[in-house]
Antibody, heavy 117, light 111 residues
Framework: QVQLQESGPGLVKPSETLSLTCTVS????????WSWVRQPPGKGLELIAY???????KYNPSLKSRVTISLDASKNQFSLKVNSVTAADTAVYYC???????????WGQGTLVTVSS | QSALTQPASVSGSPGQSITISCTGT?????????VSWYQQHPGKAPKLIIY???NRPSGVSDRFSASKSGNTASLTISGLQAEDEADYHC???????????FGGGTKVTVL
């Protein structure tokens, strides 16, 4: 069973860049789609972006201008960068594997990122 | 604002059955049979409990069942147990954006 683990700073200052990495174990990252999903406190889930090793990726239109997703197959990791963050970007960020039926069948434990000075 | 609409809360007594609705449009639930449901306990990551409208992953209790009709999907929990108290989120494939849209989540309370 594949396992995912997020890592990165828990506190980011406004206007700076949020950077997170997801390490995948138990299987190669060269298969499947790999995603970032976030959940603001007390709110629902929001898909940020996903990527495939073949270069196919997709961004949430509401975040596209500020977000970059990338994948490093040699390290079995994928990453997320969100530029020019504001308090509205405060959320628990999850990495997840997206299946072919648009389901997310494996999730990391999540990491809380707070945007505050 | 979420693209799929779920009730904010649903409650039931132990042993009862409850149903959570998830309403979308013809751009998502109404056209595609790619509806998923997730269970999320406080402070934990979501867990996939239903995919492809009504299929359960291995290891998920058969007390969870789901279906869809028109633009609305439904999750039913039978024989409600204390451990079922959690948030439940629906999602669907959609023809635009990131091709996946979520509901706002429903808090299930076991009385």
């Amino acid at each position: 069973q594949v396992q995912l683990q997020e890592s990165g700073p828990g506190l980011v200052k406004p206007s700076e860049t949020l950077s997170l990495t997801c390490t995948v174990s138990g299987g190669p990252i060269t298969n499947d789609y790999w995603s970032w999903v976030r959940q603001p406190p007390g709110k629902g889930l929001e898909l940020i972006a996903y990527i495939h090793h073949n270069g196919n990726n997709k961004y949430n239109p509401s975040l596209k201008s500020r977000v970059t997703i990338s994948l490093d197959a040699s390290k079995n990791q994928f990453s997320l960068k969100v530029n020019s963050v504001t308090a509205a970007d405060t959320a628990v960020y999850y990495c997840a594997r997206r299946g072919w039926s648009a389901e997310f069948d494996s999730w990391g434990q999540g990491t809380l990122v707070t945007v505050s000075s | 604002q979420s693209a799929l609409t779920q009730p904010a809360s649903v409650s039931g007594s132990p042993g009862q059955s409850i149903t959570i609705s998830c309403t979308g449009t013809s751009s998502d639930i109404g056209t595609y049979d790619y509806v998923s449901w997730y269970q999320q306990h406080p402070g934990k990551a979501p867990k996939l409990i239903i995919y492809d409208v009504g299929n359960r992953p291995s290891g998920v209790s058969d007390r969870f069942s789901a279906s869809k009709s028109g633009n609305t999907a439904s999750l039913t929990i039978s024989g409600l147990q204390a451990e079922d108290e959690a948030d439940y989120h629906c999602s669907s494939y959609t023809r635009s954006g990131t091709y996946v849209t979520f509901g706002g989540g429903t808090k299930v309370t076991v009385l």
